[in-house]
């Protein structure tokens, strides 16, 4: 929120004090007399923040091993499956058969490539839609902008919000239209890349025994994929059955993703962490468990999601192009810059909504940038006001309704959007066990233990999410030797190194797709679009000229990586400000997690930046031979 306009480009004096939000701007800004004292709000989201921040950080958390790793295991296949090695080669290859990989491969397709393998770890395409498969497993963003490629299938979403059995079959549904199942691996993990400096190809090892070739590598081995658990004392003496909420074990809950889960009529279970994931499976669990304990650390923000069946109406009158308007706009706004329109009119938009309206009507004319930036912290009380006091107007147990309320601003942490996560706590079978920020105290073999109190659970799932501060070949679970012998764990020791997001010098013809050193959007399908079509413009411009290799100047990548630091400094006073959670490495939004973010002014400006590169054609920054 609001970062376009933390990266308005010229201060006045008068801008370089630091307004802070109060009773006489919201008069000024025509707010009126408002019911919440900012400074009050501010000094109790520093306290909530201040009992959440651990010395630990990242290292709190640890990797599914031992007992636990079967939580990296694939469910949904045969285990048993065998294929023979493959030593062929090919153009291009693209790691990772999620939105991210799909659009690669989609726009690779349109750009004439046609010898291109997808390689996936997972039996099919879908990627976290693959993977999460839990109860109510749904996406928050609308669909008619968070599914890609809608007009180019010709798909109309059945619901205003999609959920994973849909997003599947669209992903399934990409990769028949453009040819991609056709030479694909699925079920291989790649376990390393060597660049051959002679042949100008990569050479790609598999867990299926494959040493192929290619020209080109795209990785889009997705942000949030590998399962992570918290470092719980005595957490591996449980005895009970346990799993993570992105390996669903419907064999013991029985039912499926839209629950019914029948396996839990006479079973106690526990479930840990209260994130986008466990905000919508947490009603199917109360529905079906005999007793539903939820172990909370720091609530969530659950705002109305107001979902429902598509108008065959409005999909009739929709206009060629109306998918990438609806997308842009929602990302103008998103990112707190203006439209004239909100065309998606959600949760999302409603804070930049309400300051476009207010701006709009000529309220606080003449406001300084600091004032207006104050005033959009001013909204963001207002709505989080509203956010608390629907929990009070759901939840019946006055201390229950309390524990459930977020103190930080909206986009501290995922927002999260849904209307029967709140009713859940009303049930009888449903208790919340509010660890007041600070987490379970241990696990036993019989279940949970918070302040003296045991709770015993037949059942303990984890939805504690997926590594996020590690690092990228940790997370992407295999490395790759660049040129000299150089791995790019090495490389980014001290910090993710790019141009553009997209390239890294010493590895030539490799694109990285994803949030490292790039444009970051609530929708990330938008974003993963952007990355799909910068680099299919670059391998087209390659085929074109009979080019055999392209990788980025020193120069271009030392200035990127300076202007990825210079931006993450744009931020730093909203997050170092915020709750603990990954948007804010773990409370330490410090220089280091500012170069392995993402580029902190607006997407929408990345996505000019790139944009204006890509239609400057002469590829600077690039050395090609
Ligand atoms: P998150 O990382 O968002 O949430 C993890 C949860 O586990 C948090 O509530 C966290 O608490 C809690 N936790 C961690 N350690 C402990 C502990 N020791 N004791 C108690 N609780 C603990 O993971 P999710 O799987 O929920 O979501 C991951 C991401 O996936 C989301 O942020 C979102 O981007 C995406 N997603 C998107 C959806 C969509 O609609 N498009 C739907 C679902 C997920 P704390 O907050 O205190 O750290």
Known sequence: MSEAMQDAPRKTREDREIIMPSKQLAQKMGLGEIAFNPDSLLAKYRAERDRRIRPDGNEQYQQPKGDFSHFLED?????DFTREPLFDEVEVVVIGGGFGGLLAGARLREAGVKSLRMIEKGGDFGGTWYWNRYPGAACDIEAYIYLPLLE???YIPRRRYTDAPEMMAHSQAIARKYDLYENACLQTEITGMEWDDKDGKWIISTNRGDRMKSRFVVMSNGPLHRPKLPGIP????YNGHTFHTSR?????????PTGNLTGLKDKRVGIIGTGATAVQCIPHLGASAKHLYVFQRTPSSVDVRNDHPTDPEWAASLKPGWQKERLENFN???????????????????IIRNFLVKVGQGDGKGASRSELLAFTELLDYQKMEGVRARVDSIVKDKATAEALKPYYRQFCKRPCFHDEYLPTFNRPNVTLVDTRGQGVDGITEKGVVFDGVEYEVDCLIFATGFEVGTEYTRRSGYDLTGRDGVTLSEKWAKGVSTFHGLLTRGFPNCFIMGTL???????FPHALDHNAKHLSYIIKKLRESNAKTVETTQQAEDDWVHV???KAKLGLRFYSECTPGYYNNEGRPGERSGQNGQYGGSSEVF?????????DGTMRGLEIS
């Open 75 to 79: 469910p949904y296949v045969e285990p």
């Open 152 to 154: 180019e299938l010709n």
């Open 234 to 237: 005595g957490i591996d003496d």
């Open 248 to 256: 669903w074990d419907y064999h013991y809950t029985g039912g499926d």
């Open 332 to 350: 103008i706004l998103v990112t707190g810059g203006y439209a004239e329109k909100d065309l998606v009119n959600d949760g999302w938009t409603e």
């Open 517 to 523: 050193q790039s444009g970051f959007t609530a929708n």
């Open 564 to 566: 990825i630091i210079r």
């Open 607 to 615: 996505f000019k930046i790139i944009q204006e590169w890509c239609d």
